[in-house]
């Protein structure tokens, strides 16, 4: 999954659910960049929202966040 990918989820949300809270309930998967690096993050497939990878420990999560910038 891309941002773009999760941006039409978030909208399809909004559109069927209005203001409704989304469980994350359904898979998730890594969000990557365009060029094939991971975030970090994860993507929810039925909402779209965005968060950390709760797979990776607190030490991936802090070095996957300083190389991006």
């Known amino acids: 999954m ?7 989820l978030q909208e399809v ?7 409704k809270l989304c469980q994350h309930t359904r ?6 960049e ?3 690096q991971t ?3 994860v993507g ?3 909402c779209g929202a ?3 990878d709760p797979r990776l420990n607190p ?11």
Not at 27 to 32: A, G, Q
């Open 50 to 52: 965005i968060f950390p």
């Open 59 to 69: 030490k991936q999560e802090r070095q996957s966040r300083t190389s991006e910038h």
């Open 39 to 41: 975030t970090g993050n």
């Open 44 to 46: 929810c497939h039925e």
């Open 34 to 36: 365009r060029n094939g």
């Open 13 to 19: 949300w909004k559109t069927k659910h209005g203001d």
């Open 2 to 8: 891309n941002r773009d990918q999760a941006g039409r």
């Open 27 to 32: 898979v998730i998967d890594s969000l990557f």
